[in-house]
T-cell receptor, first 114, second 114 residues
Framework: AQSVTQPDIHITVSEGASLELRCNYS??????LFWYVQSPGQGLQLLLK??????LVQGIKGFEAEFKRSQSSFNLRKPSVHWSDAAEYFC????????????FGAGTRLAVHP | NAGVTQTPKFRILKIGQSMTLQCTQD?????MYWYRQDPGMGLKLIYY???????DKGEVPNGYNVSRSTTEDFPLRLELAAPSQTSVYFC?????????????FGEGSRLTVL
């Protein structure tokens, strides 16, 4: 069965520090992979997505993610975190052949210290 | 552009009461979804729809019903509210199928069952 694991429930970083959020997936075929961000009291917003091609994808707000098939990973990175990046981040895998169903990870809550 | 609109934003129900969460989208998307979000659990798919008149169960459909009479609207019905249905509910829509498209989310409806 498809699944997504985000090993870190909470992460705290200092403003200006680099960030990496981990995501591992389980899926038999080539996955569609997504990162969404949820600000407090808001719905989810798409940060970036990977379908095929270049394994390093760029997203909004200065985020990027790298697809590593050998490690079944799709980690999210940002070189310098801003206080406004404090939010919850969700990794998701798209189930191809179905009706655009996404399987979400449990999320990683990011806190940013000034 | 309104996107996906959910009402109400907050609601408290007594055990056994019924209610409907409303969802409407103005992007002419064929695909619509209801998710519930529980702390530490990510998002779980309740029901989805691939077009007017067509709905299907997701991962956690028990205790809920949906209908899709128009492209724009996808209400979620709770018939006999139970404490286990205390959660934040998100409606989403997308244009593409097959797990490949971006989902657009509403801001959520926080439901408490006492």
């Amino acid at each position: 069965a498809q699944s997504v694991t985000q090993p870190d429930i909470h992460i705290t970083v200092s403003e200006g520090a680099s960030l990496e959020l981990r995501c591992n997936y389980s899926y038999g075929a080539t996955p569609y992979l997504f990162w969404y961000v949820q600000s407090p009291g808001q719905g989810l917003q798409l940060l970036l997505k990977y379908f095929s091609g270049d394994t390093l994808v760029q997203g909004i707000k200065g985020f990027e993610a790298e697809f590593k098939r050998s490690q079944s990973s799709f980690n999210l990175r940002k070189p310098s975190v801003h206080w406004s990046d404090a939010a919850e981040y969700f990794c998701a895998v798209g189930v191809s052949g179905g009706y655009n169903k996404l399987i979400f990870g449990a999320g990683t809550r990011l806190a940013v210290h000034p | 552009n309104a996107g996906v609109t959910q009402t109400p934003k907050f609601r408290i129900l007594k055990i056994g009461q019924s209610m409907t969460l409303q969802c409407t989208q103005d992007m002419n998307h064929n695909y619509m979804y209801w998710y519930r979000q529980d702390p530490g659990m990510g998002l779980k798919l309740i029901y989805y729809s691939v077009g007017a008149g067509i709905t299907d169960k997701g991962e956690v459909p028990n205790g809920y019903n949906v209908s899709r009479s128009t492209t724009e609207d996808f209400p979620l019905r709770l018939e006999l509210a139970a404490p286990s249905q205390t959660s934040v509910y998100f409606c989403a829509s997308s244009q593409q199928q097959g797990g490949a498209g971006e989902l657009f989310f509403g801001e959520g409806s926080r439901l408490t069952v006492l």
